[in-house]
């Protein structure tokens, strides 16, 4: 059963860089059929998907956070990244890892992490 | 941008009872809809896809339906642990976007 975890730290200081691993378990990054994205959810508010990657390391990014975000893969490591760079108080949220399988140009998010808590704050 | 609009923000149910939720894309998006389902501290979990098709091990008194721009998610007897928030989400392109959500209260 595959399980993604994220983790990192929960406090960043404005203006420095975010960044986030989740591992996945009982499954690979390098499988060719699933991509392996970020999505964030602010406290009491909905959820906004920040980007994608798949195991050759071909990337897709929301474009109203393109210009900060980067997310890499590491096979070797069986994980995957966010760095989220000059971070505000906007960018504090709960931000999740996801599965998303690969059927058509997209689809839907079938396995999640549990989430992580990531305060922006000096 | 495709922008998902939910309604209503908030719904009053009773155990037994059949709610349905609305959700309503600003352009087509075909039958590239999601359901999830998320309770307070969780990550959400996954409904149906494709608009209509039940994901694995979800109870079948789940059901969505629609295409184009206006799908409903329907919830038969509704049970104690059903009481949540709904989020619908488009994908037609990789440019995701979710709606508001709708959030199922116990009446």
């Known amino acids: 059963q595959v399980q993604l975890q994220e983790s990192g730290p929960g406090l960043v200081k404005p203006s420095q860089t975010l960044s986030l691993t989740c591992n996945v378990s009982g499954g690979s990054v390098s499988s060719g059929t699933y991509y392996w994205n970020w999505i964030r959810q602010p406290a009491g508010k909905g959820l906004e998907w920040i980007g994608r990657i798949y195991t050759n390391g071909n990337s897709n990014y929301n474009p109203s956070l393109k210009s900060r975000v980067t997310i890499s893969v590491d096979t070797s490591k069986n994980q995957f990244s966010l760095k989220l760079s000059s971070v505000t108080a906007a960018d504090t949220a709960v931000y999740y890892c996801a599965r998303e399988r690969i059927t058509m140009i997209a689809d839907a998010f079938d396995i999640w992490g549990q989430g992580t808590m990531v305060t922006v704050s000096s | 941008d495709i922008q998902m609009t939910q309604s209503p923000s908030t719904l009053s149910a009773s155990v037994g009872d059949r709610v349905t939720i609305t959700c309503r894309a600003s352009?087509?998006?075909?039958?590239?809809l999601a359901w999830y389902q998320q309770k307070p501290g969780k990550a959400p979990k996954l409904l149906i896809y494709k608009a209509s098709i039940l994901e694995s091990g979800v109870p079948s008194r789940f059901s969505g339906s629609g295409s184009g721009t206006k799908f409903t998610l329907t919830i038969n007897s509704l049970q104690p642990d059903d009481f949540a928030t709904y989020y619908c989400q488009q994908y037609n392109t990789y440019l995701y976007s979710f709606g508001q959500g709708t959030k199922l209260e116990i009446k």
């Open positions: 352009q087509s998006i075909s039958s590239w």
